[in-house]
């Protein structure tokens, strides 16, 4: 099994470019499903999570051409199978994106019931709800959730989240641009990602208007066209490196990104202390080699302190000065990194949903287990500045989030391989 090992304490000095974002690029993949025609995809990130959803798409009878930049071109004109079968999916929690666009334009899908990131129960009731309310009938037999449109077609309606859920949102907006008439998606969720899909679509022929905001509303038609569309920067993917020039009192710059996407993120890093400059496209921090300080965070739906970034400040908490408290709002178990950081050294207590940290001057390097793919990436930069050497087992979780995670580590002076 692949690990990384990081030899710690070396300020990391750099310029970087952001991938694509992961959570742009699966709900689009998923979408191409929506239409006969090919949909061309740029900006695609090389990760596990999108040749998954491709070997999905594959097995259901789609063809997929990617030429030498990684550009997608998708033609689904010839799916018969409406199966997301359980090995592929069991790895991904965002395999149920296709429930939404099968039942749309087929009528019917048989989704595995997801697995995913260990962070919690994660249940997929919304996802089930939504569909209901557009006149779907779905059981749940063997693991499969078996979805079918008694009228073969789906019909618009009103529907609210009762919880804020950013694939919910995403399920139900593309299963509405072709069900009859209008549908009103209500405490929707607002991630740029929401956004981002919603531009794709209509591209694509789909009438969608208000994405972004709480209250989405789609006027169903007939039939999607091709399109090409290039998926968004991944602010996540952003954040982290940003995150690891900080905690190693250093200077980071990541080009072609969204300043824009990430204002709550930014405000924590001026908080900590870094110097934080922004173009159109890029972002900078420069730590000016100090030690960071400690900040407390709360994460909330966007444009709130994003969960996917909660992990990489609990690492910087366990370095900087002083004490602080993070509580996670979103998902329940998503500490397991604090139990690693732990070992590192950090001085961490988890209550519930709280963790209350007193800062360290130093974690010293150890083996670590990643655990989830945002746990993963946040073991790495603690590892980046922690005296010597740490070893991060199971980093699969990573690959399927981080493009080439040790090359732009490495990019940036980081002493970091794959071994
Ligand atoms: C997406 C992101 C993930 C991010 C998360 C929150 C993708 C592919 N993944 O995950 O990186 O961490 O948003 O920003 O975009 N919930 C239910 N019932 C459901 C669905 C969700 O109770 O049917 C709950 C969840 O358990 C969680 C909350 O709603 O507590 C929000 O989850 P949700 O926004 O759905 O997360 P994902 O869309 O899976």
């Known amino acids: 099994m692949e690990k990384l090992k990081i030899i710690g304490g070396k300020p990391l000095i750099g310029k970087i470019r952001a991938s694509g974002a992961k959570n742009a690029a699966l ?6 499903l929506l239409t006969e025609d090919p949909l061309i995809i740029q900006n695609v990130p090389h990760l596990k999570d999108v040749t998954t959803t491709i070997e999905l798409l594959g097995r259901m009878g789609g063809q997929i051409l990617i030429d030498s930049n990684l550009n997608l071109e998708i033609n689904n004109s010839a799916v018969t199978d409406y199966c997301a079968p359980y090995e592929l999916v069991r790895t991904m929690r965002a395999s149920i994106l296709v429930l939404g666009p099968l039942l749309a334009r087929f009528g019917m899908a048989d989704v595995s019931l997801p697995g995913g990131c260990a ?25 499969f959730l078996k979805a079918r449109c ?7 309606n009103s529907f609210t989240f009762d919880v804020v859920s950013v694939t919910g949102t995403e399920n139900l907006m593309m299963a509405a641009t072709l069900a009859k008439g209008t549908t009103v998606i209500k405490n929707a969720a607002c991630e740029p990602e929401v956004t981002d899909l919603a531009d794709c679509l209509n591209k694509m022929g789909a009438q969608i208007s208000g994405a ?12 999607l066209h091709g399109a090409t569309h290039s998926t968004i920067p991944d602010r996540i993917e952003t954040g982290t490196y940003l995150a690891a020039g900080i905690i190693t009192s250093g200077k980071v710059l990541v080009r072609n990104t969204r300043p824009d996407f990430l204002d709550a993120v930014l405000l924590k890093f001026n908080e900590m202390g870094a110097l934080v400059e922004t173009g159109t496209d890029w972002i900078s921090v420069d730590m000016q080699n100090k030690r960071p300080k400690a900040v407390d965070i709360m994460t909330g739906p966007h444009p709130e302190f994003p969960t996917d970034m909660q992990a990489q400040f609990a690492a910087i908490n366990a370095i900087a000065t002083g004490r602080s408290i993070i509580t996670e709002n979103i998902f329940e178990n998503r500490f397991m990194h604090v139990l690693e950081m732990q070992r590192m050294g950090a001085h961490m207590e988890i209550d519930k949903n709280t963790v209350t940290c007193l800062g360290q001057e130093k974690l010293s390097g150890a083996p670590v287990m990643a655990t989830d793919l945002r746990a993963s990436a946040s073991l790495v930069i603690a ?11 199971r ?7 981080y493009e080439r995670i040790e090359e732009k580590l490495q990019q940036l002076g980081a002493n970091i391989q794959r071994i």
Do not use: C, F, W
């Not at 008694?150 to 618009?156: A, E, H, M, S, V």
């Open 27 to 32: 709900p689009i993949l998923a979408a191409s």
């Open 119 to 143: 962070i919690g129960l994660r249940p997929v009731n919304l996802h089930i709800a939504a569909m209901e309310a557009l006149g779907a009938e779905i059981t749940i037999e063997n693991g």
């Open 150 to 156: 008694p009228k073969g077609y789906l019909t618009g």
């Open 212 to 223: 972004g905001t709480a209250t989405i509303e789609i006027q169903g038609v007939d039939r």
């Open 383 to 393: 590892a980046l500045a922690a005296h010597g050497e740490t070893i991060v087992d």
């Open 395 to 401: 980093i699969y979780h990573i690959d399927r989030g």
